[in-house]
């Protein structure tokens, strides 16, 4: 989120509790379960703390809400498609090519495959996928087609979505802008939901759109929110059980499962906005030290867990010790990249986004101020 006067520091803090929530998942899905045994993946009730799918739907709508903020007032800050897309990429792009880096020099030469006979299927399934000229320049750029996200580290799945619907973002803030009736923006949302239904082509856009609606009509919700405690509470049970639809309404499927999620998780938005003590929770130091770093530790948990276990495990036989110590080297390796690449590189984004808008301009008054 950038540094302005539309920063909302508490909305880090919960994005980095769902960094930490997909961090849980992982550690927990290195496990292998007996046929018909209880596990902690079974505690319905408390599974939606670690379960990481919702956690990267609510990324999705924390993102369209942030990105949507600036334009979504009264202001009618003017758009310029071409700088917003330069401060995307420089957001996106430098910290995840030093998670591939970082995933490659971790595979090839500390990964032991070894050691981790007797953890889940799913961990032993991992980095077994050969790397190809072709699959390192499909990396590089990202949004390339026949990308296998697999194959280095799996978790750039979702950032393939957040830069897909980067590139078409401004025609959506144009749509938010354009909207005056709360009917309208239910019809926008039905058909961003039905396109991700049916076309696929920008995955997971209707998402991206909920939290986006939310930063627009945030002002009509603050005096429903004021108006009694106990309304927040019900808000809040009704948006933990919407954003746990994975386990309290099993048989919801896609699309249906991920737009209820990230109803869910619009409830949540809403709440760290306005409810006391959830704002203090999101501006907790250590809360918003997670938030600062999410999206570098999103990015460089999983190699480190995966080599920290292959390492580890064969030796201590403990999962808590693989969690901690994976935890630790990830938290410390994220604000690395956080301070010496994340913030520079977002602060040059900023400077070429502004200064290609000025030219733009510049351009513009020139040709209307030469126009017949």
Known sequence: MDKDANRLDQLDGLRGLAALSVFLFHTIELVAREPNARDISSWNVLRPLWDGSAAVYLFFVLSGFVLALPYAGSSGRKIDPLPFVIR?????????????LLSLGLRF???????????????????????????????LLLIAPNLNTDQIDPVIWSLVAEMKVSLVFPAVLVLIQQT???????????????????????????????????????????????????????????????YGAASFFPPLRDPYLEITIAIGGCIFIVLFLYDGILKKVGRW??????????????????????????????????????MAVSLACSLGLSYAIFRL??????????????????????????EQGVAP
């Open 180 to 242: 005056k009736k709360p009917w309208f923006a239910l019809v926008a949302l039905g058909l961003a939901i039905f396109c991700d239904a049916y076309f696929h082509i920008f995955g997971h856009l209707a998402i991206f759109l909920f939290g986006a609606y939310v930063a627009k009509y945030r002002g009509a919700i603050t005096g429903l929110l004021g108006a009694s405690i106990w309304l927040r509470i019900g808000l809040g049970i009704c948006g933990y059980c919407l």
């Open 88 to 100: 995307r990429i420089a957001r996106l792009y430098p910290a995840y090519w030093v998670a591939i």
């Open 341 to 366: 690449i994340e913030m520079p590189a977002h602060n040059w984004g900023r400077r070429q986004g502004k200064a290609i808008g000025r030219l733009i301009a510049g351009s513009v008054a020139v």
């Open 285 to 322: 130091e250590p809360v918003r030290f997670l938030g600062n770093v999410s999206y570098s530790f999103y990015l460089t948990h999983l190699p480190i867990l995966l080599t920290v276990a292959s390492l580890l495990y064969p030796r201590t036989n403990s999962i808590w010790l693989c």
């Open 109 to 139: 030469m500390v990964f032991s495959p070894p050691g981790l006979f007797g953890l889940s299927p799913w961990i032993n399934s991992l980095w077994h996928l050969p790397i190809t000229l072709g699959s390192l320049l499909r990396h």
